[in-house]
């Protein structure tokens, strides 16, 4: 059952519902249906302390290899 962010455009008011296939959704404080459903939001990368992440550099294996050491281990 996935969990959708809705708008209420009768009373403007934002709110979360589980949504079960077909089931149509209302707005909890007026009970209107005239909902629309809000674009998902990406998630921030976690932070350590207040402070954003740093995003990779490049791709591919680290320095010294695949496996953090010297060869590979594959």
Known sequence: MPLFDFHCTSCDRVFESLVR???????????????????????????RHGEALPLAKRSGPPSGGCCGGGGCCH
Not at 23 to 28: G, I, L, N
Not at 30 to 46: K, N
Request: glycine share 8%.
């Open 21 to 47: 296939g077909s089931t149509p959704v209302a707005c909890p404080d007026c009970g209107d249906a005239s909902v629309e459903r809000l674009q998902p939001m990406p998630a921030r990368p976690a932070s």
